[in-house]
C-alpha cells in the first residue's frame, strides 16, 4: 500500500505565495504521473498541474505563469511540489495531491488520493 500526505496550506492575502507540498511514503515500487487537483465549495473538482516522471508539465489555463509544480524522485521523498504565487481569492479550495503508483509485488498502477489542504486567499 501507499499513502500521500499533503502539508503547506493555509491563508494568505491576495498577491501572496505557498508552497504545497505532497509526500508518497510505503511500499513503493514506482511512482508515474504525479498531480495537483483543487476543489472550491460548490465546485468540480478540477486538475491545476501535473507532472510526468521525465519532468513534463501541464497546467490549468487559470495558473499558467503563477503556479510551479515539481517533483523530486529519490526514493527518500518521493514528493511532489506546487509552489503558488500572485494567488487570487478565486484560487481558495482544498487541494489534493494525486499519483499513480505501484506498489512493490503489484501489477498495476493505482489511483491514490492524499487527504487534501486547504488554501485560502483573502483580497
Known amino acids: 500500500q501507499a499513502q500521500l500526505v499533503e502539508s503547506g496550506g493555509g491563508s494568505v492575502q491576495a498577491g501572496g505565495s505557498l508552497r504545497l507540498s505532497c509526500a508518497a511514503s510505503?511500499?513503493?515500487?514506482?511512482?508515474?504521473?504525479m498531480r495537483w487537483y483543487r476543489q472550491a465549495p460548490g465546485k468540480q473538482r478540477e486538475m491545476v498541474a501535473s507532472?510526468?516522471?521525465?519532468?513534463?508539465?501541464?497546467?490549468a489555463d487559470s495558473v499558467k505563469g503563477r503556479f510551479t509544480i515539481s517533483r523530486d524522485n529519490a526514493k527518500a521523498k518521493n514528493t511532489v511540489y506546487l509552489q503558488m504565487n500572485s494567488l487570487k481569492p478565486e484560487d481558495t479550495a482544498v487541494y489534493y495531491c494525486n499519483a499513480l503508483i505501484e506498489v512493490v509485488g503489484g501489477l498495476y498502477e493505482y489511483d491514490y488520493w492524499g487527504q487534501g489542504t486547504q488554501v485560502t486567499v483573502s483580497s
Open positions: 507532472i510526468s516522471t521525465g519532468g513534463s508539465t501541464n497546467y
Open positions: 510505503g511500499s513503493i515500487f514506482s511512482i508515474n504521473l
